[in-house]
């Protein structure tokens, strides 16, 4: 089996920081794209970032410039520091990646529980 856990969520305040961490475990042979993604109350669940496992990074237009997306392939661990935080940044965000199970030959989409950020103004 296959599972990823996000950490680091909670409350902060307009212009503060907070640090997600998303770790994957398992039955691993390889993680393509890891990402994170967030849903707020009555929207649909958006892309926050994404990166490749060659280090290709993209950013939702409105998280550019303030959140960082990291990772290490090794520890198939992957991060999201985000700076400058918005009331609007609050959201459940999600932790995704694809990987790719020993002894099979495709990747699947796996999903984290996903963890609470509530930014107060």
């Known amino acids: 089996q296959v599972q990823l856990v996000e950490s680091g969520g909670g409350l902060a305040q307009a212009g503060g920081s907070l640090r997600l961490s998303c770790a994957a475990s398992?039955?691993?042979?390889?993680?393509?794209?890891m990402g994170w993604y967030r849903q707020a109350p009555g929207k649909q669940r958006e892309l926050v970032a994404v990166?490749?496992?060659?280090?290709?990074?993209n950013y939702a237009d409105s998280v550019r410039g303030r959140f960082t997306i990291s990772r290490d392939n090794a520890k198939n661990t992957m991060s999201l520091q985000m700076n400058s935080l918005r009331p609007e940044d609050t959201a459940v965000y999600y932790c995704?990646?694809?990987?790719?199970?020993?002894?099979?030959?495709?990747?699947?989409?796996?999903w984290g529980q996903g963890t609470q950020v509530t930014v107060s103004s």
């Open positions: 990166m490749s496992s060659s280090g290709n990074i």
């Open positions: 995704r990646a694809e990987i790719r199970r020993f002894l099979t030959t495709r990747t699947q989409e796996y």
């Open positions: 398992g039955s691993i042979a390889s993680i393509n794209t």
